[in-house]
């Protein structure tokens, strides 16, 4: 057999959202090297959270990424309730459901039909499909119908699609507008068949890798595991181990001294009944997963929103100054978690594990698997790292979230 | 990311008159080139980031600088603000991966020539300016047109 040796930089990948890179290293047929970099710079939001007020912790840790922002700030909502002891009342849980769905609408639409579709067409983006092919147009439209759509129920029920501004500690600020109601509602319907169209392409998507990886999702109130052991929101950091990565801005864990996955895979592959060919370990079937996601949010959402009836209510307020607490979510790309010391109202320290540290271990061990796998083959370096790309697309990473601040002693 | 949202609406006119050159979310973009307009978002941590800005700033005709990041520095410059103790948590990151002592907001660093601000930016001046932008080169060839054929 030929001996590959090879070196392989990747700069800035494209499509994803923020900055990422790889170095990859294949000495005599051993993948030597294989670094999963995450190269946004630090914006240190656990530190520059001490000090400030409690009730402010949602709006400011949001910022931590546009993207996923009210994701955390349903997380850290739900942190500074369990530290002062608060329990939102059923309605006030019904509208953050509908935030989510708007999220998980926008978000997954954001990632499948402009960072991964254009590579099921070989294109370099879904701006180069020509409007003119009708198959094309089709796809132009629906990205951009189905994502819209999200951004309209989390307008209606946060206030705005990025940094809503109705959620708040304790409940919510503002309710949906009646008359808005029936208009989202449409919205959401129309898109279906795109949605339908969306999960056919990935359904049919014959890109296959699989994982031997434990995952691990919100399922009934608990994190749960692959093999069912669940455990409490409270005691969910206890169980993970942080590793430092030298090379990476971002942080890294391990579950039972292991990489672990998290996210849309992992949510349809723990549900109870999931659809064919959930459970899966391929890992392409992320993308697969979260289509599917994208049509349970809209039909959960419909359904909602066609029963509900919103009635103004204050935010529950606390007795309490001071406690710690934690606030557990599945946002978009998976486990998020939030962890706040408050005394006297004013937040002391912090902790946020997000998706994409979680998930980081595991996309460097599915990346030396694909390219062990090349190594049997001819090696040519374009296909190789175009192949690298599309699997690390596949994790839906976010570098934005990844880079915040945990404290690191370097060795 | 409000710039990507901005396309739900905009996408069948903008598209026929935008190439989206060098943005990476769009596309394995090619190196940096002379450009019309440069859309820059976030605010300078460190060298290397000014360098691009600056290559930037060389090679686009006008710069935008979009969301508070980039047009006041924060809230990525709140480390700017940190006390002793937690400048010394993060002296170590900040060491590691060659961080700028500042944060430094584009204008800092470069000519700025719009900026929208807000966190998330406004939207509706986004969308105001591209329009603005595209009214004027409208101007600027059919001028040119008309000096080529008289």
Same mark, same amino acid.
């Given at each position: 057999?030929?001996?590959v040796?090879?070196?392989?930089?990747?700069?800035?990948?494209?499509?994803?959202?923020?900055?990422?890179?790889?170095?990859?290293?294949?000495?005599n047929?051993?993948?030597?090297k294989?670094?999963?970099k995450?190269?946004?710079y630090?914006r240190?939001?656990?530190?520059?959270?001490?000090g400030?007020?409690?009730?402010?912790a949602?709006?400011?840790?949001a910022?931590?990424?546009?993207?996923?922002?009210?994701a955390?700030?349903?997380a850290?909502?739900?942190?500074?309730?369990?530290?002062?002891?608060?329990t939102?009342?059923r309605?006030?849980q019904?509208?953050?459901?509908?935030?989510?769905?708007?999220?998980?609408?926008r978000?997954?639409?954001?990632?499948?039909?402009?960072?991964?579709?254009?590579?099921?067409?070989?294109?370099?983006?879904?701006?180069?499909?020509?409007?003119?092919?009708?198959?094309?147009?089709?796809?132009?439209?629906?990205?951009?119908?189905?994502?819209?759509a999200g951004?309209?129920?989390?307008?209606?029920?946060?206030?705005?699609?990025?940094?809503?501004?109705?959620p708040?500690?304790?409940?919510?600020?503002?309710?949906p507008d009646s008359?808005q109601?029936p208009?989202?509602?449409?919205?959401?319907?129309?898109?279906?068949?795109?949605?339908?169209?969306?999960?056919?392409?990935?359904t049919d998507?014959?890109w296959?890798?699989?994982?031997?990886?434990?995952y691990?999702?919100?399922?009934?109130g608990?994190v749960?595991?692959?093999?069912?052991?669940?455990i409490?929101?409270?005691?969910?950091?206890q169980?993970?181990t942080?590793?430092?990565l030298?090379?990476?801005?971002?942080?890294a864990?391990?579950?039972q001294?292991?990489?672990?996955?998290?996210?849309a895979l992992?949510r349809?592959?723990l549900?109870?009944?999931?659809?064919?060919?959930?459970?899966?370990?391929?890992?392409?079937?992320?993308?697969?997963?979260?289509a599917?996601?994208?049509?349970?949010?809209?039909d959960?959402?419909?359904?909602?929103?066609q029963?509900?009836?919103?009635?103004?209510?204050?935010?529950i307020?606390?007795?309490?100054?001071s406690?710690?607490?934690?606030?557990?979510?599945?946002?978009?790309?998976?486990?998020?978690?939030?962890?706040?010391?408050?005394?006297?109202?004013?937040?002391?320290?912090a902790?946020?594990?997000?998706?994409?540290?979680?998930?980081?271990?595991?996309?460097?061990?599915d990346?030396?698997?694909?390219?062990?796998?090349h190594?049997?083959?001819?090696?040519?370096?374009n296909?190789?790292?175009h192949?690298?790309?599309?699997?690390i697309?596949?994790?839906?990473?976010?570098?934005s979230c990844?880079?915040h601040?945990?404290?690191?002693?370097?060795? | 990311?409000?710039?990507?949202?901005a396309?739900?609406a905009h996408?069948?006119?903008?598209?026929?008159?935008?190439?989206f050159?060098?943005?990476?979310?769009f596309?394995?973009?090619?190196?940096l080139g002379?450009?019309d307009?440069?859309?820059?978002?976030g605010a300078?941590?460190?060298?290397?980031? #000014?360098? $691009?800005?600056k290559?930037?700033?060389?090679?686009?005709?006008?710069? +935008?600088?979009?969301g508070a990041?980039? &047009? @006041?520095?924060?809230?990525?410059?709140q480390?700017?603000?940190?006390?002793?103790?937690?400048?010394? #948590?993060? $002296?170590?990151?900040?060491?590691?991966?060659s961080y700028?002592?500042k +944060?430094?907001?584009l204008?800092?660093? &470069? @000519?700025?020539d719009?900026?929208?601000p807000?966190?998330?930016?406004?939207?509706?001046?986004?969308?105001e300016?591209?329009?603005?932008?595209?009214?004027e080169?409208?101007?600027?060839?059919?001028n040119?047109k008309?000096?080529?054929? @008289?």
């Open positions: 057999m030929h001996q040796n090879l070196d392989l930089s990747l700069q800035e990948i494209s499509k994803i959202e923020g900055g990422a890179g790889l170095d990859l290293s294949i000495s047929n051993v993948v030597t294989c670094e999963f995450i190269t946004e630090k240190f939001y656990t530190q520059a959270i001490k400030k007020t409690a009730l402010a949602p709006t400011l840790l910022r931590i990424c546009g993207t996923c922002s009210n955390h700030i349903l850290a909502c739900k942190a500074v309730e369990s530290a002062l002891k608060i939102p009342s309605q006030t019904i509208l953050r459901r509908l935030v989510m769905n708007g999220l998980y609408i978000d997954h639409a954001l990632h499948l039909y402009l960072f991964v579709l254009p590579d099921l067409f070989n294109k370099n983006s879904l701006l180069d499909f020509d409007e003119k092919i009708p198959e094309e147009h089709q796809w132009l439209d629906d990205a951009f119908s189905v994502k819209d951004n309209q129920l989390s307008i209606l029920v946060g206030g705005r699609s990025v940094h809503a501004p109705y708040q500690v304790g409940g919510f600020n503002h309710f008359t109601i208009i989202v509602i449409t919205k959401l319907q129309s898109v279906r068949p795109a949605v339908i169209r969306l999960i056919q392409i990935f998507c014959p296959s890798q699989n994982q031997d990886v434990p691990l999702a919100l399922k009934n608990q749960c595991n692959s093999d069912n052991v669940c409490r929101q409270t005691d969910y950091r169980h993970l942080h590793r430092i030298t090379y990476s801005q971002a942080s864990y391990v579950y001294n292991r990489p672990y996955l998290t996210g992992a349809l592959n549900a109870k009944n999931p659809p064919p060919p959930f459970p899966s370990h391929n890992l392409y079937h992320n993308n697969l997963a979260q599917v996601e994208i049509l349970n949010a809209i959960d959402s419909v359904a909602v929103l029963s509900a009836e919103f009635t103004p209510e204050s935010p307020k606390s007795t309490l100054s406690g710690e607490g934690s606030g557990l979510i599945e946002a978009p790309r998976g486990i998020l978690y939030h962890r706040l010391t408050i005394k006297d109202m004013m937040v002391t320290d902790e946020i594990l997000v998706p994409t540290g979680q998930n980081q271990l595991c996309i460097e061990n990346i030396k698997n694909l390219v062990n796998n190594l049997h083959g001819v090696l040519n370096k296909t190789l790292r192949e690298i790309e599309v699997l697309r596949a994790y839906d990473p976010c570098m990844a880079s601040f945990l404290k690191i002693k370097w060795a | 990311m409000l710039m990507i949202e396309l739900n996408w069948q006119d903008w598209t026929k008159k935008i190439d050159k060098y943005a990476n979310v596309r394995n973009s090619p190196p002379p450009m307009v440069a859309f820059v978002e300078i941590s460190s060298i290397k980031q #000014a360098e $691009k800005l290559q930037i700033r060389s090679l686009a005709k006008t710069l +935008v600088a979009i990041c980039a &047009v @006041t520095g924060h809230p990525s410059a480390r700017n603000l940190f006390n002793p103790d937690q400048q010394a #948590a993060i $002296k170590p990151i900040l060491e590691k991966f700028n002592d +944060v430094q907001k204008s800092d660093l &470069v @000519t700025v719009h900026q929208i807000g966190c998330p930016m406004d939207e509706s001046r986004f969308v300016l591209i329009n603005k932008f595209v009214d080169f409208k101007l600027k060839m059919q040119e008309l000096k080529t054929t @008289t």
